[in-house]
C-alpha cells in the first residue's frame, strides 16, 4: 500500500481549534463550518487507534497522544488487516483526515432535501456531518465490514444520529434505494464501477478518491449525465485506504539478470500528480511506486507480465525483463512536456458502461494507452 499522506499543518490541540484551522485554510462554507463545530470527531474514535506513518502504523498510547491525534488534522487509523490478529498492521479503516473530509464535502455540493449515499462507512463521522446537515432520512452508509459496520451505528446512535446503514459490499446497488442524488466514496476506487452511477440521478454528483497504479490518488467529481455516464475533473491528490475488492496488488514479480544505463530524467520529476493522471492513462498496467532518498527519490516501476525498472536520483537506471520499460517512461515524460505539463485540474474522467477514460483539458480529449 501506499504510504499514507501525514499532515504538515500544526496539530491543533481542540477540536474547536482544528474546525478553526479548517476554516482559515478556507475549506468550510459557513453552513459545512456549524455542521463540524456540531458533530466532535472524537465521539466517533474508538479507543483503540493507530497513526499512520509512512511506512507502517503506529500505536496511540494514553488519553494526551490519543486527544493529540483525534483534534488534529491526521487520519486516526481505527483497524489494521481488516481486524485479523498477528498480520502485516496495513490500516483497513480510519477516520479520515478532516482537511479531506471537508474538500469532499464541498466536492459534493450538497442541498437541502436531496438524498446521499455513502460508501464505506468507517467510524460514521461523514455519515454524522451528513445527518447534521440533510438530516438522518437523506442519509444513507454501506459498510463491509461487519465488526466496523457495528461500532459506526453504536457511535452514530449515541451521538443522536440514525441515518439508513447496510452491511454489504458498496460496489454493488442497495436492494430498493432507488435514485440518489449525490454519491461519495470513501474508500479509494482503481476504478468507477459503472453499477454505482446507475444509483445515482441523472444531475447527480459523484466523488471519489481514485487510487491509480502509478504512483497515485487523487479526487474526481463526476456528474451524471442524462444517457447514465458520467464526466468531470480530477480536483487534486487523495491518498484512502482502497475498497477491498479495489486494492492494488503489490509490485509484480521481477524477473531476469538486470541491465544498467546512465542515468537519464531525475525520478523526482515524476512525482507530479499531472504526470501520474497522464502517464497512468498511456501505460495502463504499470505500477509504480518511490521512496525518498539522502539525494532525492528512487522510483521502482513494474509491468504486469514481465518489464521492470528502477531509478534514483544521481545513479544509474537498472531495467529488468523483457522490453526498456524505463524508455517507455522517459517517452511519456516527454510527451507531457510537449503537452505543456499540465497540473492534475486540467485533467478530467469519463466513465460509461464501458470503462472509464481520463482525458486532458476537455472531454474529448480521451489520452489513449501507448501500446493498443
Ligand atoms: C477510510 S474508511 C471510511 C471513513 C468513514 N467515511 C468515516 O467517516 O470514518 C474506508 C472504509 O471503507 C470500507 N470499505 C472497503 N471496501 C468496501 C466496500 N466494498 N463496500 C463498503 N465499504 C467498504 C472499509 O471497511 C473502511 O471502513
Request: charged content about 20%.
Amino acid at each position: 500500500m501506499l504510504p499514507a499522506v501525514v499532515s504538515t499543518a500544526h496539530p491543533a490541540s481542540t477540536y474547536p481549534a482544528l474546525v478553526q484551522e479548517l476554516a482559515d485554510r478556507g475549506l468550510l462554507s459557513a453552513q459545512w463550518r456549524r455542521v463540524f463545530e456540531a458533530v466532535p470527531r472524537s465521539r466517533f474514535v474508538p479507543a483503540d487507534v493507530w497513526r499512520q506513518l509512512p511506512d507502517r502504523c503506529e500505536p496511540v498510547v494514553g488519553t494526551d497522544a490519543w486527544l493529540a491525534l483525534v483534534n488534529s488534522d491526521e487520519p486516526v487509523v481505527t483497524q489494521l488487516d481488516d481486524g485479523a490478529l498477528g498480520g502485516p498492521g496495513v490500516a483497513t479503516s480510519s477516520n479520515s483526515m478532516p482537511s479531506m473530509v471537508a474538500r469532499m464535502l464541498t466536492l459534493l455540493e450538497v442541498h437541502y432535501g436531496q438524498r446521499v449515499l455513502e460508501i464505506g462507512t468507517g467510524t460514521g463521522y461523514v455519515s454524522a456531518l451528513l445527518c447534521e446537515r440533510l438530516g438522518d432520512d437523506l442519509v444513507h452508509s454501506v459498510e463491509l465490514d461487519p465488526v466496523v459496520a457495528r461500532q459506526a451505528a453504536d457511535a452514530l446512535a449515541q451521538a443522536g444520529y440514525r441515518p439508513h446503514l447496510r452491511v454489504g459490499d458498496g460496489e454493488q446497488a442497495w436492494p430498493g434505494l432507488g435514485l440518489v442524488d449525490r454519491l461519495i466514496a470513501t474508500c479509494a476506487l482503481r476504478y468507477v464501477p459503472y453499477a454505482l452511477l446507475r444509483q445515482v440521478r441523472p444531475g447527480g454528483v459523484v466523488v471519489a478518491p481514485l487510487a491509480r497504479e502509478f504512483w497515485s490518488g487523487a479526487l474526481v467529481q463526476l456528474r451524471v449525465q442524462g444517457d447514465g455516464t458520467a464526466t468531470g475533473p480530477f480536483c487534486g491528490g487523495a491518498t484512502y485506504m482502497p475498497m477491498r475488492a479495489h486494492r492494488v496488488p503489490d509490485l509484480h514479480d521481477v524477473q531476469g539478470k538486470g541491465r544498467s544505463r546512465a542515468a537519464g530524467l531525475d525520478p523526482a520529476r515524476l512525482l507530479d500528480l499531472g504526470f501520474a493522471l497522464y502517464a497512468g492513462a498511456r501505460l495502463p498496467g504499470v505500477r509504480l511506486i518511490h521512496r525518498s532518498t539522502a539525494e532525492g527519490v528512487q522510483v521502482w516501476a513494474t509491468r504486469e507480465g514481465g518489464g521492470a525498472a528502477t531509478a534514483a536520483t544521481g545513479e544509474e537506471v537498472w531495467q529488468y525483463g523483457p522490453g526498456f520499460l524505463w524508455e517507455e517512461i522517459e517517452q511519456v515524460w516527454w510527451e507531457y512536456e510537449a503537452v505543456g505539463r499540465p497540473d492534475a485540474q486540467q485533467f478530467g474522467l469519463t466513465v460509461t458502461d464501458r470503462g472509464q477514460q481520463v482525458w486532458l483539458r476537455d472531454p474529448d480529449e480521451v489520452i489513449r494507452p501507448s501500446r493498443a
